[in-house]
C-alpha cells in the first residue's frame, strides 16, 4: 500500500501521546519532517518515529516547502489556523489538533482555505471513533431514539487542572477546560444530534478555586499566578429547531459526578447516555427499561475484542480520505460551528448578556 508522506508540525505532548503512535501503528505513514520551536523535542521524535532521512526545523515555514501529501498540526491553540492555512496553500491536506482554531474567524479562514484549495482538512475530535460513539450514532441516523430535542454534553473533572505546557496561558489557548475538554463534549452532542443550527448561546465562565492554596490536584500543584483562564464554564444552546443544549466543562469543580468527552441525549422514542457504559432507556411492552449494548466482543476463545483504539481509527480514516477519497468523519464544516460556539459561551461569560445568531 502507497505510504502517506507526512511532516508533523509540534512534537510535544499531544503528539507523543496520541498521534505519533498510533501514525506508527497503522504503517501507512512514512513522516519525513518534523518541526517543532524546541528542536530537541522535533530530534526526540525523529529518533522514535521519523525516517533516517527526516529533516529537522524548527519554522514550520521551512517545514511546509517539503513534497508532502499531509500535514499534522499539534501546536497550541493559537497558531492552529496559521500553520493549517499555510499548509493548505503549500499543497498538502492537514489534520489539525481540536479544537480547530482559537478564534471563530480564524476557523472560518481555515474551511475557506480548504474550499479554495481543494486540500482536506479534518480535526482530531478522536471521540467519535470510540464504540460507544459509534453505536449511539448509528442509533440516532437510524431513528431510534426519534426526535432529539434535549442533550447535555459533559466535561466535567473535579480536580485535574493541566499543569504542564501552555493549557493555563489564554494567550496561547483562548480558554481554559471549555475550549479543551468541552469541545469533545460539544462535538459529539452536535455530531449525535446531527444539528449545527444555533440560535442563541447563554453562558457563565467561572474562575473560582483557581487561587486556592490547597488544591488537591491529580496532575500536582498548579501556579495561581500563571492560571489566567477560567476553572469552570457552563452553556445553555438552543438550536434553531427548538432544540437545546446544556454544556458543563470543568478542570476544577467540587463534585463528585465526573464525566469527561460524553452526552446524554433525550428523544421523542428513547434516550441514551454515556456515564455507566453506554445505555439506552426506552419503553417497551409499557414497561420502562434500559439497556446497556455489549461493544467489546470479548468472552471469545483466542479472541479479546476490538484491538484498534480511537486513535488507530482516526488515522487509517484520515490516510483513506487522502488516498482512496474516502469521506471525511470529521468535517471542517462541522468543526466550525463548534469554535463558534466556544467563543459564544465566551462572550456570554464576558458580557453577561445571551449571545444570538442570526
Same mark, same amino acid.
Given at each position: 500500500m502507497e505510504k502517506l508522506k507526512i511532516g508533523?508540525?509540534?512534537?510535544?505532548?499531544?503528539?507523543?501521546?496520541?498521534?505519533?503512535?498510533?501514525?506508527?501503528? #497503522?504503517? &501507512? @505513514? +512514512?513522516?519525513?519532517?518534523?518541526?517543532?520551536?524546541? =528542536?530537541?523535542?522535533?530530534?526526540?521524535?525523529?529518533?522514535?518515529?521519523? !525516517?533516517?532521512?527526516?529533516?529537522?526545523?524548527?519554522?514550520?515555514?521551512?517545514?511546509?516547502?517539503e513534497e508532502l501529501d499531509a500535514v499534522y498540526v499539534l501546536t497550541p491553540n493559537k497558531s492552529h489556523a496559521a500553520i493549517s492555512i499555510a499548509a493548505m496553500e503549500a499543497g498538502a491536506h492537514v489534520m489539525c489538533e481540536k479544537p480547530m482554531a482559537k478564534t471563530y474567524e480564524d476557523a472560518k479562514r481555515m474551511v475557506e482555505t480548504a474550499r479554495r484549495t481543494g486540500k482536506i482538512l479534518t480535526i482530531g475530535y478522536q471521540n467519535r471513533y470510540r464504540l460507544d460513539s459509534t453505536y449511539l450514532k448509528r442509533a440516532c441516523v437510524n431513528g431510534d431514539l426519534g426526535e432529539v430535542y434535549y442533550a447535555r454534553a459533559h466535561a466535567v473533572r473535579r480536580r485535574a487542572v493541566p499543569t504542564w505546557g501552555v493549557f493555563? &496561558? +489564554?494567550?496561547?489557548?483562548?480558554?481554559?477546560?471549555?475550549? /479543551?475538554?468541552?469541545?469533545?463534549? *460539544?462535538d459529539l452532542t452536535l455530531w449525535m444530534m446531527d444539528n449545527y443550527e444555533i440560535d442563541s448561546v447563554t453562558g457563565s465562565v467561572y474562575?473560582? *478555586?483557581?487561587?486556592?492554596? +490547597?488544591?488537591? &490536584?491529580?496532575?500536582?500543584?498548579? #501556579?495561581?499566578?500563571?492560571?489566567?483562564?477560567?476553572?469552570?464554564?457552563?452553556?445553555?444552546? $438552543?438550536? $434553531?429547531?427548538?432544540?437545546?443544549?446544556?454544556?458543563?466543562?470543568?478542570?476544577a469543580l467540587n463534585t463528585l459526578e465526573v464525566d469527561e468527552a460524553k452526552v446524554s441525549l433525550c428523544g421523542t422514542n428513547a434516550g441514551a447516555d454515556m456515564k455507566?457504559?453506554?445505555?439506552?432507556?426506552?419503553?417497551?411492552? #409499557? $414497561?420502562?427499561? %434500559?439497556?446497556?449494548?455489549?461493544?467489546?466482543?470479548?468472552? !471469545?476463545?483466542?479472541?479479546?475484542?476490538?484491538? +484498534?483504539?480511537? =486513535?488507530?481509527?482516526?488515522?487509517?480514516? @484520515?490516510? &483513506?480520505? %487522502?488516498?482512496?477519497? /474516502?469521506?471525511? %468523519? !470529521?468535517?471542517?464544516?462541522?468543526? *466550525?460551528? %463548534?469554535?463558534?460556539?466556544?467563543?459564544?459561551?465566551?462572550?456570554?461569560?464576558?458580557?453577561?448578556?445571551?449571545v444570538y445568531f442570526a
Open positions: 508533523i508540525v509540534g512534537c510535544g505532548g499531544i503528539a507523543n501521546g496520541k498521534h505519533l503512535p498510533a501514525i506508527k501503528r #497503522n504503517g &501507512n @505513514f +512514512e513522516i519525513v519532517a518534523f518541526c517543532d520551536v524546541d =528542536s530537541k523535542k522535533a530530534e526526540k521524535a525523529k529518533e522514535e518515529y521519523g !525516517v533516517t532521512k527526516a529533516k529537522i526545523y524548527t519554522d514550520y515555514r521551512e517545514l511546509i516547502k493555563l &496561558n +489564554e494567550e496561547e489557548q483562548g480558554g481554559g477546560p471549555l475550549i /479543551d475538554i468541552g469541545t469533545h463534549a *460539544l474562575r473560582k *478555586l483557581a487561587d486556592q492554596k +490547597e488544591q488537591g &490536584n491529580a496532575f500536582g500543584e498548579w #501556579n495561581p499566578e500563571k492560571f489566567m483562564v477560567e476553572d469552570s464554564a457552563f452553556a445553555f444552546i $438552543k438550536m $434553531k429547531n427548538g432544540a437545546t443544549i446544556h454544556l458543563e466543562a470543568s478542570w455507566e457504559g453506554l445505555r439506552i432507556n426506552r419503553v417497551h411492552y #409499557n $414497561k420502562q427499561c %434500559v439497556e446497556k449494548p455489549d461493544l467489546d466482543s470479548g468472552g !471469545v476463545a483466542f479472541f479479546e475484542g476490538q484491538s +484498534e483504539t480511537e =486513535s488507530d481509527i482516526e488515522q487509517r480514516t @484520515f490516510y &483513506n480520505a %487522502v488516498m482512496k477519497g /474516502d469521506e471525511l %468523519v !470529521v468535517k471542517p464544516e462541522q468543526a *466550525l460551528v %463548534v469554535t463558534r460556539i466556544l467563543e459564544a459561551v465566551y462572550e456570554a461569560g464576558r458580557t453577561g448578556k445571551t
